[in-house]
């Protein structure tokens, strides 16, 4: 097969300094087109990374049979809708985390995926970090073999921090205004709370999506207990993910660094993970493991390959899978998941504070 042909949508901060420069890196794609409504702005990109062909939206580059696939980075509420375009205009599609703001949204886009025939990868590069499929591979050892007894219990803490990390990728910038963007969200929520919620749901989707992964829920997932403060984003939230109880730990601290976890308890010990900051590269997320009982032993073993960066790993895994038709780990259909948690948790929320 040669090279995939690939279409980018948006130019704005994490296309700039992330995804164009992973898939214009990488040998088995090359990225052929470019769509942004500022013009000023999309010229740069174009020129800065050698794209041939700039279009003026999204639907012009949908246009172009020379387009394979589409990748896209755009405000969470309508890259959605972008998503469900490029699926009916029969290209294959990655596009960043969340996948929809409401479950009606992502079944619009799903319905799209299933009568185009294409293929729609989300963007939840937690599951491509080499340390978090270390985790995995543990935590499916110990609950196989019984070793450390019972899974008990998970948690995840994300308080979140400095999450640059001094990338040093240039972003271009112009006086052009942002793209407008219409509040949309639940038909149910009230429009002042549409910020806070796709704020969480923006953040939180991640460690959600990465819990599930750790413990192969699938879509046996309930909420049992909201917590949030009046800012609909720092708290606690209780979950019932496939028969365990996880609790997410949300919030706001000026940390140096990155300050996230995620830590899954057997009886006899537990296995735990430490999220690098988001754009650090070459960077994975660091493992524990604690056996309990009689011996009493911490480990940290060494996710291999050892220098590597998850959103770039998320970009192989896209052009791999769309060369060879294996299944992407992170799809359209398991990820509607979270959007239906989120919308539980918010409509939780908002019942407590007698807003619904």
């Known amino acids: 097969m040669d090279k995939l042909r690939l279409g980018y949508v948006g130019c704005g901060f994490m296309a700039q300094r992330v995804h164009i420069p992973n898939f214009v890196s990488l040998p088995d794609c090359e990225v052929v087109a470019l769509a942004e409504l500022r013009p000023e702005l999309g010229r740069k990109v174009q020129t800065r990374f050698g794209i041939p062909t700039l279009y003026r939206d999204h639907q012009e580059l949908l246009a172009d049979p020379d387009v394979q696939a589409v990748a896209m980075s755009a405000a969470f509420s309508v890259q959605g809708d972008l998503a469900r375009d490029a699926l009916q205009a029969g290209k294959d599609v990655f596009v960043e985390k969340p996948m929809a703001v409401s479950v009606p949204q992502a079944d619009s886009i799903l319905a799209a995926a299933r009568r185009s025939g294409k293929k729609l990868m989300v963007g939840y590069m937690k599951r491509y970090d080499v340390g978090n499929e270390l985790v995995k591979a543990k935590l499916d050892q110990f609950r196989t073999s019984g070793e450390l007894g019972a899974l008990t219990f998970a948690r995840n803490h994300g308080f979140g921090g400095e999450w640059i990390a001094g990338l040093d990728i240039p972003v271009d910038t112009t006086d052009e205004p942002m793209p407008a963007v219409p509040p949309i969200g639940p038909d149910w929520l009230p429009e002042r709370f549409l910020k806070p919620y796709v704020s969480y749901l923006q953040q939180y989707t991640h460690n959600v999506n990465l819990l599930r992964y750790f413990l192969d829920a699938g879509d046996d997932v309930g909420v049992r207990a909201v917590d949030l403060d009046e800012d609909g984003y720092s708290g606690v939230v209780v979950l019932d993910m496939a028969g365990t109880r996880v609790v997410l730990e949300t919030g706001h601290i000026s940390h140096h660094r990155w300050d996230e976890h995620t830590q899954v308890y057997f009886r006899d010990g537990w296995v735990k993970t430490w999220a690098p900051p988001l754009l650090l590269r070459q960077v994975p997320a660091e493992v524990e493991v604690y056996r309990a009982g009689g ?11 050892g220098w590597t960066w998850s959103y770039k790993r998320e970009a192989e895994h896209f ?18 998941t979270d959007v239906r948690i989120f919308e539980d948790i918010y409509r939780a929320y908002l019942a407590q504070l007698g807003s619904l």
């Open 319 to 336: 052009v791999r899978c769309l060369r060879t038709g294996e299944p992407f780990r992170s799809s359209g259909e398991d990820t509607r």
């Open 295 to 305: 011996e009493q032993t911490f480990s940290r073993p060494i996710p291999q390959p």
